[in-house]
Structure formats: C-alpha cells, structure tokens
C-alpha cells in the first residue's frame, strides 16, 4: 500500500510518498518540500512524479493535524477530503506534535523533551515527552502555556524544540515537521476516518457573537 504523508502545519511544508509492506520498515519513495512559491498541488505531483506512482496507487493519505498554521492545515484537510471524494482514499489525522516527537527521537535527542509551537497571543503549545532510543513517551499531554511559563523552561536549561522556537527563545532547537516520518508513522495503522471527521487541532475554545438581523427600512 502506498501512502501520501501531508505536513502543512509549519512554514516547511512537505509531503513524502512511502510504500507501506509487510515489513516493519515502510520505504521513502519520495519527498518533495515547498520551494519561495507556494504551491501544494505541485508539490504532491512532484512527490507522486519521483515515486513514479499515479494517484491512483495512493491507497491512504495521513495529514499532519497541527497544532500550527491553521491556513495550511485547513488546506490539508480540503486536500485529503477532496482525495477521498474523487478516489475513495484512506485518511487518518495524526498530531503534529506525535511527529516532532518521533523526529526528535530519530536525531538522537534524549531525555526529557518540551515540544513548544507558537499559538500567537503570546501563548504557546506545550507538550512534555521523554524520549530515549526507539521509544517516546508523553509525560504532559499538549495545553496552551502563557509565554512566561516557556521562558522559565528556556531558563531553568530544559530543552525547547519545535518550528521556529529559536527566534524566541535563543538556545532551542528549530524542529520542522517531516512528512516522511509522519508517514512512516501511519504505517500498519487502522483508525481511518472519514473526511468530515478531520478536524484541525486547535486548543482554544471558539466564541462567536451572532450578527442581529438586518433592519427593515422604511
């Protein structure tokens, strides 16, 4: 089974296309990263073209869910529903942060880990992992952390990592998420979704005041 692994959660968007066997092993067959123009239909078709595979053969897409850029993942999202409507695909949502953890494991960086994405408003995404060499384990699940409590962190000398954390905080490390290990991770998974279903994750409670009617003119 070939999966399309969709990562546009971050300025880095990527996506990566891998053969899912029976080994425990799934095969990069490609990957293609977004250049100065934005374009993610181009991009899929460069991926799909270097794996020398149609969208026919695409049997699951597995789109990184956030939390991050709300336009990308919402773009994401549109892609993978659209996908499901035309070919009849697989989708299944996975966190974000599920990724950069894998990702941190994969650079060697063990330990206890906090993954911080900027959610704007002077808060941010906090979520604690300790990871050790083929194994991440969530010690705090993700919440929304006032700004003041990730420069106690950056104080207090934990590691910080995760997109475009350094230009905050000086001595943490940038971490993008990587479509193919969002794809390595979808492998031999199950819990697919259908494409209504696929929901952006987004921690903040959402208000909205309902416009009054229109005034009737005399």
Known sequence: MKIL???FSSQSRNVAVLECGDSTSPALLSRAVEGAVRRPLGLISDALSAARCERED????AIGLGPGSYTGIRGAIALAQGWQLGRGVQLLGMSTVECLAAQAAEEKIFGPVNIVIDAQR???YLARYEIAPGQCRE???LRLAPIAEIEQLHVAGQRILGPDVSQSFTNARDVY????ILGRLACGRRDFVPGEKLE???L???FFIKAPPPRARI
């Open 139 to 141: 010690v705090e699940p």
């Open 122 to 124: 002077n808060e941010f």
């Open 204 to 206: 903040r409670e959402v």
């Open 177 to 180: 998420p990587d479509s193919a």
């Open 5 to 7: 692994a969709v990562e």
């Open 58 to 61: 695409i049997g699951t897409i």
């Open 200 to 202: 952006p994750i987004y």
